[in-house]
């Protein structure tokens, strides 16, 4: 998703590896099984990486900043995400108070829109990459003194 955004492949990373932290440090908190009534709650509260975002916003010369910023946007997609599916913290992270059920976990709708995300990725990547690999065979060509 990032990557449709940015075509930067370690912005996207990281962002990726953002958006599994809400829940990996709830899996890594709570010893591999989280209660339902600890499930999106401070993990899942979106104003500290709201506030790293910010923070590192400005400085993405700098290679921690950068990592730093996309990982927190990575951080507020999943949370977005899961707002999208049930509820999640907004103005306190013990309270679930954000969110609409549009689509159940796993649900048809769901899974139909993880797939257009996909494909979408997918296609930027190939345009991308075919923009590059012409302009590679037009270099290539005129060294070679060929029309
Ligand atoms: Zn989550």
Redesign the pocket.
């Known amino acids: 998703m990032i990557y449709l955004i940015t075509h930067s492949f370690p912005a996207a990373f990281i962002a990726a590896l953002g958006s599994v932290f ?2 990996f440090v ?1 899996f890594v908190f709570w010893g591999g099984y989280v209660p339902r009534y600890a ?2 709650k401070a ?2 509260w979106p104003l500290p990486y709201l506030v790293l975002a910010a923070l590192t916003f400005y400085y993405t010369a700098n290679p921690f900043a950068f990592a730093m910023s996309w990982f927190s946007v990575g951080c507020l997609l ?2 977005a ?2 707002a999208l599916t049930g509820k ?1 913290p907004l103005l306190s992270p013990r309270r679930r108070s954000f969110g609409v059920r549009l689509f159940r976990t796993g649900s048809m709708p769901e899974m139909i829109l993880a797939v257009i995300l996909v494909a979408l990725a997918i296609k930027t990547l190939f345009a991308t990459h075919y923009r590059f690999t012409t302009m590679r065979l037009d270099a290539l060509l005129h060294t070679t003194g060929l029309p």
């Open positions: 809400p829940d709830e499930h999106r993990s899942h999943h949370i995400e899961d999640v």
